[in-house]
């Protein structure tokens, strides 16, 4: 066991995990919330490695041990047990050898985090506001089987139905982790509801999946925000009218990339509560200033490893929906199936964990694991 290379890169994680253990006890590093985050996450990785490689080994020795009686046991009944413990960890082994080289591979520090989700009518017109409305409907549908909660932010309805433009907040376990494989353009190919011919029209809806960003994420100067408060509007009630409930922020901030100063709105009418628009405005500032600075570290994993599943690379067409042939195709790996309803009715999960193991594999290739 001493020569295998995988253990050899193991060495030493068991200390790195008694200090850390030791560290989030401590009331110093406890009062650091930001150091706080960042360790307790590690404690928890590190302990997923340890418990895998707990499994490697015992696996290795049963090996050795079972190897050892079929080499020298002449009891019949003690060989034919030898050889089915033989058969069961030599099946096991290369699965949690790839179980630990994935945990070994630095995980994407935002994949815990909640998420952010922006879906816009693309091109065609009242076709792409419904296609838009299809797509909001399918993630609702997604989050609801996950147990996640939807909040929406920010609603601009089509002239025929469906979203010009639809901003909603998803809060769960992993949530970004999950849906950071939806950032692209979808594109739908079906009769729409105006055509009067019959003829098939293609259309177009972009998403944006951004990781929700926590307060020590960014540095806000919240004494330069200009606000100013409006009375939402909508259908009726007693109360949207006549509350000036909405808040509208104004922010000027230096993009570190290209030092330009740019002027950030951002406009919240999600609650009858002024308070409570203001705070979600303020996380919607957050986010959207750290998605900015964030880019520049997807730009540069992306010139290192030109991975075809999540680049971040907003403009690039992921997917088509095609309703004649009730068929889904996700262009990144090729996968098509022909479930289409139940897919934009929420049953997504098989493609995003076959673009995890997509994925998953070019990391492994890219660190030569």
């Known amino acids: 066991m001493n020569d295998n290379p995988l253990l050899q890169r193991l060495n030493g994680l068991d200390a790195r995990f008694d200090e850390v253990a030791t560290l989030i006890t401590d009331p110093a590093v406890i009062a650091d919330q930001q150091r706080y ?63 630990i080289k994935l945990l070994l591979i630095p995980a994407d520090p935002d994949d815990s985090k909640n998420a952010v989700v922006e879906i816009r009518g693309g091109t065609g017109g009242d076709e792409a506001a419904l296609f838009a409305g299809d797509l909001f409907r399918m993630y609702q549908k997604f989050a609801e089987s996950k147990g996640w909660t939807l909040s929406v932010s920010s609603v601009s309805e089509g002239a025929a139905g469906g979203f010009k433009e639809i901003i909603f907040t998803l809060t769960g376990t992993d949530v970004y982790g999950t849906m950071k494989y939806e950032s692209g353009v979808h594109r739908v190919q079906r009769v729409p509801v105006t055509e009067t011919q019959g003829r098939v029209h293609t259309s177009a809806a972009t998403v944006a999946v951004l990781p929700e960003a926590q307060e020590f994420d960014v540095e806000i100067h919240e004494g330069e925000i200009k606000w100013d408060t409006f009375r939402s509007g909508g259908a009726g009630g007693q109360n949207v009218n006549k509350v000036e409930s909405g808040v509208r922020l ?90 289409l309803q139940a897919f934009v009715n929420g049953d997504i999960q098989e493609c995003i964990d076959r673009l995890i193991v997509a994925e998953n594999a070019e990391k492994l290739k890219a660190a030569e694991l």
């Not at 998605?291 to 010139?303: G, V």
């Not at 490893?305 to 195709?329: F, H």
């Open 37 to 99: 985050v960042r360790l307790t996450k590690e404690y928890r990785e590190l302990q997923k490695i340890l418990e895998a490689t707990d499994l490697y080994k015992s696996l290795l020795r049963s090996i050795e041990e079972s190897k050892d009686i079929l080499a020298n046991e002449s009891d019949q009944e003690m060989r034919e047990l030898a050889r089915e413990e033989l058969d069961s960890a030599t099946e096991q082994l290369p699965k949690v050898e790839q179980q």
């Open 250 to 339: 104004r922010y000027n901030w230096k993009n570190p990339v290209t030092g330009v100063v740019e002027e950030i709105l951002i406009e919240c009418t999600e609650t009858r509560d002024q308070p409570k628009n203001k705070e979600r405005a303020l996380s919607r500032l957050r986010t959207f200033i750290y998605d900015k600075e964030h880019q520049k570290y997807l730009d540069d994993i992306a010139s290192k490893r030109k991975t075809m599943v999540s680049t971040g690379d907003r403009s690039a067409k992921i997917r088509t929906y095609n309703y004649p042939q009730g068929r889904i195709t996700d262009h990144r790996i090729n996968y098509t199936i022909y479930n």
